[in-house]
């Protein structure tokens, strides 16, 4: 991961997330069920080589040449949201995340 300092904010967000969970429900187990979730929400969204699944599909099982990293969009410098590259990927990306986020403010808040 080229960028580290993304990584850090998105974890340091996550430990105060973490920590308002504890103290407004005093539950051990809602703690780690919020650092469960985050962790991999985080993992899902900045750990993907997006270099190699923005190519054609048909060029998944072969690995990633110079020529094809050099002409990605995060060479060129397109910053966090590098996973945009397709309208469909975001889509799917919102609901799965929306409903996710739905069924943990219900656990939390329960």
Known sequence: MPND???RISLLCLAAI???????????????????????GIAALLLPDWDYFNRH???WPYPVTVEERANSPHAQGSGF???A???LRVIVY????????????????S
Do not use: D, N, Q
């Open 5 to 7: 300092a993304v990584l």
């Open 18 to 40: 973490i920590l308002a969970v504890a103290v407004f429900t005093h539950s051990f187990k809602k703690m780690m069920v919020t650092y469960v979730f985050g962790v991999l």
């Open 57 to 59: 599909f048909s060029r």
């Open 81 to 83: 949201l590098r996973f």
């Open 85 to 87: 590259h397709s309208p």
């Open 94 to 109: 919102s609901v799965v995340y929306g409903c996710a986020m739905y069924k943990w403010w219900e656990y939390v808040s």
